[in-house]
């Protein structure tokens, strides 16, 4: 059945490639307006309208901001955006509608689902894109796509943080890693052990405990009680806020004291609500940095402007990687000297020394995916509010 | 060995939710031969229920007279309530379409369970809430050398309490007399005078509200309740029925406490990625060597 579903979509989105392919014909010739546009396809309406509405803040800041500096080639940036209604199949209609308004570019989505159809008709009409909030691997590992970057990080980008931090900074001899079988917490607590392989090697530390406890279940305590007897230094759980605040406070209870690391969809405001304040506080967690956490140059001026134009800065970090899509691909525009997707394609792979996001230098692997993705461990203050401890 | 028992103590506590809500589906399924499969939801509707008790202004008054009349007060309201709607359950989802047969029984209450679970999706929302943490303090102890809290202790004795009244009423009165007599035989307990029509009354009003007093303990006790928690604790206690045999109450308070010292040592001592794996597999075993279940033997006897 789902496989009928999945070869259903496939021709329904063929069908409009071909469509789209025909307009364009139809039309001919590039864009020689006065305007270099660039799309932005976000969940402006949808489940993610939050999300959706401050990506496209985001860029209009950062759209401000490259302008006022002359714009690239010479020309002004112009943002058209495309809403996706974070659903996979408004999505494909979406980059259609993208497609059809010869955009140079385009910056999107968030989502891994709702981006997987987007980035094929993208990849058909030989269009750069780039998602800033669709974190799953497969995205670029599954399948080659020659015009599909990404500038947040993949999902087992900060197991690797984790390691590094749980070694280097906290000293830490026994880990216990935890996640809850899903694709995401299991892609995360085995990049994390991968990580600390060569530590392990240098006989720096030791896995103790690596196992896994069922999501929605509420009762974990012969969980903790195995991984008290482990002796771990320091706890990293992958998985989501229900089962980390349950498993926190019920590891307290049973009288596991060791600091426990969230993964980034441990911990937020439900995490301590169920966890209570008492036993929450202190808790740490691998993220991707909030805008407010960030002070590159660039930043600077885009948290003064956004400040300005929205009042409240951005409260999720995703929405800030869609104006660093902006960044790079104006980046990659102005290294290719002329807006021809090969060419952009070619510049975001092996030309962007010395280009910055607002998160710092935006780089792309061979797949696509952005180098270097900076992750911060944040902390829950005995307000019970996130804060930065480290860089 | 201090951490064997501890881990037989956490089964117990997990093990006393399944039984509980293992009772209802129990009661149901002997004199109905039906599965409850709202019976989950139910639980999940007592949990939100003394969650809005607790959260509102009724938590001020329950505030006002101590801890323990605040709790049995709140347990009050919700055993009415969730009874209330199992005995609606019966009477608008199950009445009706019995003459048709088990499969539409069981198809409707399928359509019950997502009912049900949508509308607390609707009136509390998606998100998980939480229990304040005022109500309940969170005392820690250690006995015998066991880390325990006050909070499980409290829980595991009402439990207890509450299982052994049920198998005093139906093992013990008249009443549950003619509870077993209508399990037994539907027909024949008519032609003996037996209002089956009282008995079900009866059986969807203890056991939604016993499942509703249960949902509100758990929130106390984990603090945490999301819309679709129903459908775990559902699967679970319908296993440990299966487990205990089916329509045997008794059996279904030994197979929920059995269950969950099972989880619990698997987790403990095996793989907690592959706990619910050997779980059903326990269930099928069940199925295939023994059928009735550990205490089945009462449910051969009408053959």
Redesign the interface.
């Known amino acids: 059945m789902h496989g009928k579903r999945k070869d259903g979509m496939r021709i329904f989105t063929t069908a409009l490639a071909a469509l789209a392919m025909l307009a364009l014909a139809s039309c001919g010739g590039a864009s020689a307006g006065k305007t270099i546009k660039i799309a932005l396809q976000a969940p402006i309406t949808g489940d993610y309208a939050y999300e959706g509405q401050m990506a496209k803040q985001s860029v209009e800041v950062a759209t401000e901001l490259i302008n006022k500096s002359g714009g690239v080639l010479g020309k002004q940036v112009e943002i058209v955006v495309v809403d996706d209604g974070s659903n996979p199949k408004d999505s494909a209609l979406a980059a259609q509608k993208a497609v059809s308004q010869k955009v140079a570019a385009v910056i999107g989505s968030y989502g891994s689902s709702v981006t997987e159809p987007a980035a094929d008709i993208y990849e058909k009409n030989k269009l750069v894109s780039v998602g800033y909030g669709c974190t799953a691997v497969r995205l670029t590992m599954d399948k080659e796509r020659k015009f599909f970057f990404r500038t947040c990080g993949r999902d087992d980008a900060q197991g690797l943080f984790f390691g590094k931090y749980a070694v280097e900074t906290m000293g830490a001899k026994r880990i216990a890693i935890m996640h809850d079988n899903s694709t995401f917490a299991k892609g995360v607590a085995d990049e994390a052990k991968k990580a600390l392989e060569p530590y392990i090697a240098a006989g720096k530390t030791e896995i103790v405990y690596f196992d896994a406890i069922t999501p929605k279940e509420k009762d974990f305590s012969a969980a903790v009680t195995k991984l008290r007897e482990t002796k771990p230094d320091v706890w990293y759980f992958t998985g989501y806020y229900p089962e980390a605040g349950l498993l926190l406070r019920q590891a307290r209870d049973a009288g596991l004291g060791c600091p426990f690391i969230g993964g980034n969809a441990a911990i937020n405001d439900d995490f301590v609500k169920i966890a209570g304040i008492d036993v929450a506080k202190g808790a740490l967690m691998t993220q991707e940095p909030l805008v407010t956490d960030v002070t590159t140059p660039i930043a600077e001026q885009f948290k003064a402007l956004y400040a300005e134009k929205f009042k409240e800065l951005p409260s999720s970090p995703w929405p800030v990687y869609a104006a660093d899509g902006l960044y790079a691909l104006v980046g990659a525009i102005a290294k290719a000297g002329k807006i021809d997707s090969v060419a952009i394609a070619d510049a975001m792979r092996t030309k962007m020394d010395g280009v910055e996001g607002v998160t710092g230098p935006v780089l792309f692997t061979e797949r696509g995916d952005r180098k270097d993705v900076p992750y911060k461990m944040y902390m829950v203050s005995a307000e019970g509010k996130l804060i930065v401890v480290a860089k | 060995m201090s951490?064997f028992i501890?881990?037989l103590v956490?089964?117990l506590?997990?093990g006393s939710?399944y039984a509980l809500v293992a009772l209802g589906y129990s009661m149901v399924y002997g004199v109905m031969k039906l599965i409850n499969f709202a019976h989950g939801d139910l639980f999940a509707f007592g949990a939100y229920l003394g969650y809005t008790i607790l959260t509102s202004a009724a938590g001020k008054v329950t505030a006002s007279i101590g801890i323990w009349g605040g709790m049995a007060f709140t347990a009050g309201i919700v055993a009415i309530c969730v009874a209330i709607a199992g005995v609606l359950v019966e009477r608008i989802a199950y009445r009706p379409v019995y003459p048709s047969g088990r499969l539409s029984l069981v198809v409707s209450a399928l359509g019950v369970a997502i009912f049900i679970q949508n509308s607390i999706m609707a009136i509390w929302g998606s998100?998980?809430q939480?229990f304040p943490?005022s109500v309940v303090p969170?005392l820690?102890f250690s006995l015998l050398g066991i880390?325990v809290?006050a909070l499980q202790v409290t829980i595991l004795g009402i439990s207890f309490a509450l299982m052994f009244a049920i198998w005093v009423i139906v093992e013990k009165s008249t009443f549950g007399a003619a509870i077993r007599a209508s399990a037994l035989d539907r027909e024949t307990a008519t032609l003996l005078g037996i209002d089956v029509r009282k008995v079900i009354f009866f059986v969807f009003a203890l056991g939604p509200g016993l499942g509703g007093v249960a949902g509100l303990m758990?929130g106390l006790y984990?603090?945490?309740i999301?819309f679709?928690?129903g459908?775990?604790y559902g699967l679970k206690a319908f296993t440990a029925t299966i487990l205990g045999g089916i329509g045997n109450i008794p059996g279904a308070m030994i197979g929920g406490l059995l269950l969950g010292i099972v989880?619990?040592?698997?987790?403990?001592?095996v793989?907690?990625?592959w706990?619910?794996v050997f779980v059903f597999l326990l269930l099928i075993a069940t199925l295939i060597f023994r059928p009735t279940g550990i205490l089945g033997e009462k449910t051969a006897e009408k053959v």
């Open positions: 951490t501890e881990q956490n089964g506590t997990i939710f998100r998980p939480a943490a969170s820690r880390p809290t758990n984990y603090r945490a999301s679709n928690m459908w775990n989880e619990s040592l698997l987790s403990g001592y793989s907690g990625a706990k619910d």
